[in-house]
């Protein structure tokens, strides 16, 4: 069996004068683009550019949805309804389409961020308004979820096409969540240890949680975070050892869970 997966990334967080990552050089490595909506980052001029950037490189477009939250960068969890959700998820899917309508090209896939994404990670019913969104918007689209949470099954439950994520550089607890950023070690800054931790996750569907304890993992795509400071190294890396270990590299994760 040939082994593949998708590598993702979360680009285009720039906003006004102000610049986050190499958009360009992670975009060189990866083969799906997270691109934020203008709700933790990004603005309507990095929307804009960072479509034609992901274009020019063949890579999958998707909408990086999030709370409300420029000032948190999106990892501040707020309380919101259902119907909140449903709202501001389509609000933002609409406008990354609108670009990526104008450059030619169709929206793949959609992403939460941060702390929408956690949260629709154990809550059932914020899960199901984030796919009753896409959905309504487009049921063409994939919906991007923490691997094994209740995001993916929310979409599945819909008849979306979903892929299960997990995260080359983030410390996992033994049920399946990521250790919470502001604990020690949640972040694997160590490019050699993220990039093991990668291979394992795609070669072999395990990885180790934080009390020791392996973690069978399911995955059709893996994360590479943008805001890095070696994000392009690192997608660069990962994507080199997964070629050597025969993982090919493809924005293959579209698929209907049953």
């Known amino acids: 069996m040939t082994l593949r997966i998708d590598l993702n990334s979360d680009i285009g967080e720039s906003f006004g004068a102000w610049r986050m990552g190499d958009d360009a050089g992670v975009l060189a490595q990866v083969s799906s683009a997270n691109i934020a909506c ?37 990892r501040r969890e707020m309380q919101i309804g259902a119907a909140e959700a449903h709202a501001l998820t389509l609000y933002q899917i609409g406008a990354l389409a609108a670009f990526a309508r104008a450059a030619g090209q169709v929206l793949h896939h959609v992403k939460p961020h941060g702390a929408l994404y956690n949260m629709a990670a154990r809550d059932a019913d914020l899960a199901a308004a984030i796919a009753g969104a896409v959905h309504a918007f487009d049921p063409a689209l994939v919906l991007v979820g923490l691997a094994g949470s209740a995001l993916p099954r929310a979409g599945a439950a819909l008849g979306l096409k979903v892929a299960h994520e997990a995260f080359a550089d983030r410390r996992y607890r033994a049920d399946g969540t990521l250790l919470p950023r502001r604990a020690a070690g949640a972040v694997i800054d160590d490019v050699d240890a993220a990039v093991a931790q990668g291979l394992a996750i795609a070669t072999h569907g395990r990885v180790m949680a934080d009390d020791g304890s392996l973690l069978q993992l399911r995955a059709d795509t893996l994360c590479v975070h943008g805001d890095r400071p070696d ?11 997964l070629g050597a270990a025969g993982v090919s590299i493809c924005a293959c994760h579209a698929r209907i869970d049953t």
């Open 38 to 74: 203008g709700f933790h980052a990004g603005d309507a001029d990095t929307m804009q550019r960072t479509v034609a950037l992901a274009a020019r490189h063949g890579v999958a477009i998707g909408a990086h949805v999030a709370l409300p939250d420029l000032q948190g960068f999106g």
């Open 231 to 241: 994000a392009a190294r690192f997608a660069a890396r990962l994507r080199e050892s």
